[in-house]
């Protein structure tokens, strides 16, 4: 299992012209920042320098409302440019570009989110889970979050049989959720959906939450056994698509 820090794993994979199905596919993991020797740039290099025609980029982020996965697919040739002003410079890239999409609402993650929260279900029938995602002061991707993050909180209230519902720690409405479904007479389980745990999960869901008579267990995504198989299912459709 993968454990994952604030910045993700960007998840690359080499292609060969020849690619067949049962052929062996390498994988080179890199970092948006911080860990030096394991960046984009040198994932790129890596596999260019085995000989690469296709990469295929598999964005590890749970909502395409991060600004992150818009200045990547800028900076590594996806998208002739960013939706909103970047300091990512572009990356040296020779080889074609095939450009994934993050979780947002993919029934495996939907699953993996009632994974991580049904020890805390007593009467699924008086329960409402409550996705809370980081969220985006900027109108464009905070649009982009609630739509992937609503369709999500569908999928969860199908797998789980409670009701589901979202909130946002930008601009802001976690304790407002909160509130207005325990004033409706329903007990209030929070699930943080973020990758893993730190800060937002361990200090600022907690004091949005304070006083509040919810229940919140602070777990997020990883570790799951879903998470390769939902990164597997995303390379394989980028790579059936290369083969029509």
Known sequence: M????????????????????????????????LVEGRLIQDGITALEDQGVTDIVVIPLFVSSGSTHVDEIAYAIGAKAVPDMETNLAPFRVRSRIHFGAPMDDDPEIAAMVWDKVRELSVNPAKEVILLVGHGSRHDLFRRRWEKGINSLARRVSEVSGTSADYALLSPGDVRDKVTAWMERGCDVIVAPLFLSEGYFTEKVIPDRLEGLECRYSGRTLLPHPLLPQWMESQAKLLLQSLKS
């Open 2 to 33: 993968v454990r994952v820090n604030r910045t993700g794993y960007r998840w690359w994979t080499k292609l060969s012209t020849n690619w067949r199905p049962d052929m062996d596919i390498p994988v080179v993991s890199s970092y948006l920042e």
